[in-house]
């Protein structure tokens, strides 16, 4: 349920920040497309794009964000204890926050091999790459400068995204893959069964409207179901 959980309530978090249904829609497809092939779960990303989204004031610019880390972090073999200092890290450069060399080196720590790429993007070169590093990790960077190039190199068609690619080429991937797989299946088996338990018009003991979470939880009986009917629908999902 975790997926179908998360494509229902993003639209909802993200409208009570002020976006409409189809800023929504258009971010959590972009994201999901981006992690396809990828060991990284479609909640993480949701996750990053709706704090950085929160953080900017902007979905799109939050939804790239998102994606551009996510490509940082696998182009550069981050550990999930990484990924999340790393993200909590990059998240108060956008907002501003002045980040002391710690943190800055702990933030070059988590995605090394991304700051080299990035570097490369403004123009250094191996000669003086070591130049451009120190300077992150000294925190004399623009902090705008630094989330723009991240997001220009860690995008569709970037040379991070590129590298993330290669990620898949590891059992970690391949098992998480099998995973993510079988969540976008079973979501689309439960969006269909969802829509038909609605069409019948089946309620709870209180007369209230009820989908599959609802059966799941308790609230009303699975036996109940016309499952051939289901079974038709869900073999063209």
């Given at each position: 349920f975790s997926r179908y959980d998360t494509m229902k309530k993003y639209p909802k978090i993200m409208k009570q920040l002020g976006y409409s249904t189809g800023d929504a829609?258009?971010?959590?497809?972009?994201?999901?497309?981006?992690?396809?092939?990828l060991p990284t779960g479609l909640d993480e990303m949701v996750d990053m794009a709706q704090r950085y989204t929160l953080t900017?004031?902007?979905?799109?610019?939050?939804?790239?964000?998102?994606?551009?880390?996510?490509?940082?972090?696998?182009a550069s073999m981050s550990?999930?204890?990484?990924?999340?200092?790393?993200?909590?890290?990059?998240?108060?450069?956008?907002?501003?926050?002045?980040?002391?060399?710690?943190?800055?080196?702990?933030l070059v720590s988590s995605m090394t091999p991304a700051?080299?790429?990035?570097?490369?993007?403004?123009?250094?070169?191996?000669?003086?790459?070591?130049?451009?590093i120190q300077k992150v990790r000294?925190?004399?960077?623009?902090?705008?400068?630094?989330?723009?190039?991240?997001?220009?190199?860690?995008?569709?068609?970037?040379?991070?995204?590129?590298?993330?690619?290669?990620?898949?080429?590891?059992?970690?991937?391949?098992?998480?893959?099998?995973?993510?797989?079988?969540?976008?299946?079973?979501?689309?088996?439960?969006k269909s069964m969802d829509a038909i338990v609605k069409t019948l018009g089946l309620k709870d003991k209180d007369g209230n409207a009820i989908g599959v979470r609802d059966m799941h939880e308790g609230k009303g009986r699975f036996d109940l179901l016309p499952w051939p009917a289901i079974w038709e629908v869900a073999k063209h999902c």
């Open positions: 829609k258009a971010s959590i497809d972009k994201l999901d497309k981006s992690v396809r092939g900017l004031g902007d979905i799109d610019k939050g939804t790239d964000l998102a994606i551009a880390t996510n490509n940082a972090f696998l550990t999930d204890t990484q990924k999340y200092q790393g993200m909590m890290q990059l998240q108060d450069v956008l907002g501003g926050k002045d980040m002391n060399a710690r943190e800055w080196n702990s700051i080299v790429k990035m570097g490369e993007s403004l123009g250094y070169t191996n000669k003086n790459m070591d130049e451009w000294d925190g004399k960077v623009d902090n705008q400068k630094f989330v723009d190039t991240l997001i220009k190199i860690g995008n569709e068609g970037g040379v991070l995204q590129a590298m993330a690619n290669e990620s898949k080429d590891t059992w970690q991937a391949f098992f998480a893959n099998v995973g993510n797989a079988a969540s976008r299946m079973t979501a689309g088996v439960i």
